[in-house]
Structure formats: structure tokens, C-alpha cells
């Protein structure tokens, strides 16, 4: 949401979502910036968020608002700083070094746009920087800097968000969709929820609170998902009792691999149950 709507800010508190990205980047306009740092440094210095996990996504150092951002930021505490457009490992080694000198223990962790070919060519190394926690895709900036049209199946951003999913999966971090516009679109949003939840991204950025529910009715394991999972557990558990290594459930084996998809469902069924 834009950290210049203190309206948006307020409402955040009580809207169902697990995370909250309060931009002080593309959403702010030139003139509103300063004013946007200080309320969205107020809005999480005073709290009331509770369990949704509250990222701040900065200017980039490149610009005149970067440093000021940076600083507000850390003041602060976040869960986790957004940086936008990051191109290379060092774009983020930077920062890390910044937040680690002020003090090695700083809780906040690192997320990253990927939003530019650089970035996207650079996934791989970006993962691994230095408390890089997740990336986010910035499908806009993508499609603009490759000159690709928009289409309802998004086959010319396909493998840009596959590599980046790839990148993010072999570092062991998290990675959340691309945002979709058209805010009052309920069906076209579902699709690509759904194109997006298929391709294995975690979740899904939104824009507005209308969309909320429908992203987290996709990206959430549905009651047969967690039946099966329970199923594929007690199976495996009861294959390893007898001593063997592999389970048949339903006609298909469950193995050790299975069992860990299985129980990443449980764990993840089990967080939203505990967000209330
Ligand atoms: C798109 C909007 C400008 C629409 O705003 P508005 O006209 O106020 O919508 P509504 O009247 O329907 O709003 C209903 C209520 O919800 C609140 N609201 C609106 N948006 C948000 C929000 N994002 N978070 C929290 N609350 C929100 C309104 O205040 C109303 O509240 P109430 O008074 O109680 O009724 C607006 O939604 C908007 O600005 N959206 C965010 C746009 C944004 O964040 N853009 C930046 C991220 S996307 C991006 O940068 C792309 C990426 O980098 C890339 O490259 O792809
Ligand atoms: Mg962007």
C-alpha cells in the first residue's frame, strides 16, 4: 500500500493478510515522499499490525530518497526491507553491510524486487546475498523493460518468473507473485492466482483489500490437500513401522519426499489456523 495513505495504513491493521508492503518507492509520488517516510516510520514504530509480518519497501539508493529511507527504516525494526529494482548481489550486500555495522543482532531482514532483465539474469547470486529472505516479482517493471505485451496467460513473463522461482528455491528463500492490476477483475485474478500457485510461488502481491480473499483462497492448502497430506503421513509412518521405506496410498507410492511436501502442507495449513 502506499505509505502516503494514512487511510491505507490504518485499515492495514484489521485487513486478513499475512504480510503488509508499506512503499515508500513507485506508489509514493515525488512530492509526497518525505511526508510518507515519517508516517509509514510512525505507523510501524507504533504497531498494532499483529502477526501480519510488515515489510517497508525503500526508494533505491541510486535516488535522492534512498539513504533517508534506509535510515527511517532501520529505525524502525520491520520484519523486512523491500529493495526495489535490485540488479545485483551487491545492490543488497550493501545494505546488509549498512544494517549489520549498526548492529549484527538488527532482526530485519532482506527482500528484493525482481523486476528488471539484470535482476532476473541475476537471480541466482541475488538469493544468496547476505539476509536476503525472499524476492518479489515487479511483473510492471518487467513488462516494460522488455517491451512485452500484457496477455491474460502472461507467456512473455514466463520465464522470467520461472528463472526467478528457480533462484529463490535453490537459496532455500521464499518468492511472492507479481501484483494484478485491474483490482476489480475477480476472475482474472483468480486465473492468476492460480497460473501462480501451479508454478509454485508462495503467495501473491496485491493491491488493494478486495483482493485479499481470493489470493488467500488459492494460495491456502484446501481441505483435500490437507486430508491427503494427513493420509500420506500416517501411510509412510505405518510403511516405516513394518520396516519398509515406501508407503501405497490410493494406488500411488508415498516416499520420503513425498512425505516432506506432506508435511510442508500441514505446516503451512497449520500457520494460517494459528493467524486466526
Ligand atoms: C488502486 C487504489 C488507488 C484504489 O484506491 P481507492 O480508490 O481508495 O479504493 P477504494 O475506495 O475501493 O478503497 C476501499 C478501502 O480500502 C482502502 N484501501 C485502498 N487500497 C488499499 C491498500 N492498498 N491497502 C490498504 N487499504 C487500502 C481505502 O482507503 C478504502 O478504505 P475505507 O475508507 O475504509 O473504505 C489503491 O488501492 C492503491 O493505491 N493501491 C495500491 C497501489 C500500490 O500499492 N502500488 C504499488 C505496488 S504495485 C508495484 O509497485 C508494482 C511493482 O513494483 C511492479 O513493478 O510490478
Ligand atoms: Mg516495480
Redesign the pocket.
Given at each position: 500500500?502506499?505509505g502516503s495513505?494514512a487511510?491505507?495504513?490504518e485499515?492495514?491493521r484489521g485487513?486478513p493478510a499475512d504480510a503488509l508492503?508499506l512503499?515508500l518507492?513507485?506508489?509514493v509520488s515525488p512530492d509526497a515522499k518525505d511526508a510518507a517516510r515519517d508516517l509509514v516510520a510512525g505507523a510501524v514504530g507504533e504497531g498494532g499490525y499483529g502477526a501480519r509480518r510488515l515489510m517497508i519497501?525503500i526508494n533505491g539508493l541510486d535516488t535522492r530518497w534512498g539513504a533517508e529511507d534506509l535510515e527511517a527504516a532501520l529505525s524502525v525494526r520491520p520484519h523486512a526491507i523491500l529493495l526495489?529494482k535490485v540488479a545485483r548481489a551487491r545492490d543488497v550486500a550493501v545494505i546488509a553491510d549498512t544494517l549489520s555495522a549498526a548492529d549484527p543482532n538488527h532482526p530485519t531482514t532482506l527482500w528484493a524486487?525482481i523486476?528488471t532483465p539484470l535482476g532476473v539474469l541475476n537471480a541466482a547470486e541475488i538469493a544468496r546475498a547476505p539476509r536476503m529472505a525472499g524476492f518479489v516479482?515487479?511483473?510492471?517493471?518487467?513488462a516494460k523493460d522488455l517491451h512485452c505485451r500484457g496477455r491474460t496467460d502472461r507467456l512473455p513473463l514466463l520465464g522470467a518468473l520461472s528463472q526467478a522461482l528457480l533462484a529463490a528455491r535453490a537459496a532455500g528463500i521464499l518468492c511472492i507473485d507479481?501484483?494484478y492490476n485491474a483490482?476489480r477483475d475477480d476472475a482474472g485474478l483468480r486465473a492468476e492466482c492460480e497460473q501462480g500457485r501451479d508454478l509454485g510461488f508462495d503467495g501473491k502481491?496485491?493491491?488493494?483489500?478486495?483482493q485479499i480473499a481470493i489470493a488467500n483462497d488459492v494460495f491456502a492448502p484446501t481441505e483435500a490437500e490437507i486430508a491427503l497430506a494427513r493420509a500420506q503421513v500416517a501411510a509412510h509412518d505405518a510403511a516405516h513401522a513394518r520396516g519398509e521405506g515406501v508407503a501405497v496410498l490410493n494406488g500411488r507410492i508415498v516416499e520420503n519426499l513425498h512425505v516432506e511436501t506432506a508435511r510442508q502442507t500441514l505446516a503451512k495449513a497449520q500457520a494460517i489456523a494459528d493467524m486466526g
Open positions: 500500500m502506499p495513505n487511510r491505507a495504513l485499515k492495514a485487513l508492503i512503499d518507492e513507485d506508489a519497501r526495489p524486487m523486476e516479482l515487479g511483473t510492471n517493471d518487467l507479481g501484483v483490482f502481491s496485491l493491491i488493494h483489500p478486495a
